[in-house]
């Protein structure tokens, strides 16, 4: 099941549980902690005035009183040094402690703050990676929706590298929509799309592949070329799966999209994803940029370079980049949609 990163005031989350980026005393403070007690009541103080405090990297679990959430997990993120003093390690057993104790007292959706972001001083940038990275891999084996909420948009930064790296390709890609390139690739998009629903005769693709000189097919691939031109969304998402040798679990989890949504695709031979859906999919199929067209266009979309999204999603492919964690948190940073459910 996906991991979403929101804006917005964790007390305000309605999800089974909210974490809390505490210190080992477990007796409120600033920052979140402070905003989480003042939501939550005094009973919340109470009931952790009982645990005994929380040592750094671990996590214990409360009720969340006035909360909209059923729970709070506080843990107990690393004070930033300079990186050199076990803070990553320290950091990502926040994260994996506190999932953990959420999938024991049976939680589907979970809200994280960036730990240690605040006032302890971890880079923003780096403690975002690590919740990535450690949200992500939980993900691909356990169902539930993990939720990274940003307070303050101007607080959220991608790797500066990465940034510069994504604002140079989209600056070199980027086309006017009224250029009369961009008009040449719409149109050429359009006339494509169309493809899927004319029926071709054998003989034409026969004559125009010899004449082309590209290929000389055999029957055989005349006709599974032929299937495939005929081919729903949700048919060619199956078929790849097979070709791919994953499980659908595996795709739909590399994918960010959650079971249900995933069983309705294989169900409708006929259904019309969203284009985020279409391309969550050729992400997590790691397709090629011509094939990951293919599928947006079996499902009515195209990728155009009048568009930021698009052209990121291009960058991702072109890296060879197939981690749909990393894309979203680079689409988030420039006010983009997320990819997936
Ligand atoms: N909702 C979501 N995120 C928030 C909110 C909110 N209401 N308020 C702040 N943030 P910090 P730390 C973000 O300092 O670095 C406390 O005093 C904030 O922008 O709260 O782990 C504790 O008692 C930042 O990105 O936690 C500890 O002593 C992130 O939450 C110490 O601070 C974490 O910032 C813990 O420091």
Do not use: W
């Amino acid at each position: 099941m996906p991991l979403k990163i929101v804006r917005n005031d964790i007390t305000k989350m309605k999800v089974d549980a909210i974490v809390n980026a505490a210190n080992e005393s477990l007796l409120g403070g600033g920052g979140v902690d402070g905003a989480i007690h003042r939501a939550a009541g005094d009973k919340l103080l109470a009931e952790c005035r009982t645990l005994g405090g929380c040592k750094t990297g671990k996590a214990k679990i409360t009720g969340g009183y006035h909360l909209p959430a059923k729970y709070v997990i506080h843990t107990v993120g690393p004070v930033y040094r300079d990186g050199t003093h076990g803070e990553r390690t320290l950091l990502e057993s926040c994260y994996r402690e506190s999932l953990a104790l959420a999938k024991k007292h049976r939680c589907e959706s979970v809200a994280f703050p960036l730990i240690s972001s605040g006032v302890y001083g971890y880079p923003k940038d780096q403690a975002l990676k690590v919740a990535i990275d450690v949200i992500g891999d939980f993900l691909l084996e356990n169902e539930m929706t993990v939720y990274i909420v940003i307070f303050d948009k101007a607080a959220y930064k991608i790797g500066e590298k990465l940034f510069t790296d994504i604002a140079e390709y989209i600056d070199d890609k980027y086309v006017d929509e009224l250029t009369d390139d961009s008009y040449k690739r719409i149109s050429i998009n359009a006339l494509t799309s169309m493809a899927p629903h004319k029926k071709q005769k054998k003989s034409d693709i026969d004559s125009f592949e010899i004449c082309d000189c590209k290929a000389i097919f055999y029957e055989d691939d005349l006709d599974t070329k032929l299937r495939q031109i005929d081919e729903s969304f949700s048919q060619m998402l199956l078929r790849k799966i097979d070709e791919k040798g994953m499980t659908d679990a595996e795709c739909y989890k590399k994918a960010n999209i959650d079971r249900k949504l995933f069983s309705k695709i294989r169900s409708d031979v006929n259904y019309k994803p969203s284009k985020q859906t279409a391309l969550a999919f050729a992400i997590s199929l790691e397709l090629s940029l011509d094939e990951t067209e293919d599928m947006l266009r079996k499902a009515g979309f195209a990728l155009s370079h009048s568009n930021k999204f698009d052209i990121i999603i291009e960058y991702f492919i072109s890296k060879g980049n197939y981690n749909i964690f990393e894309i979203n948190e680079a689409l988030f940073a420039f006010d983009q949609s997320l990819l997936g459910a």
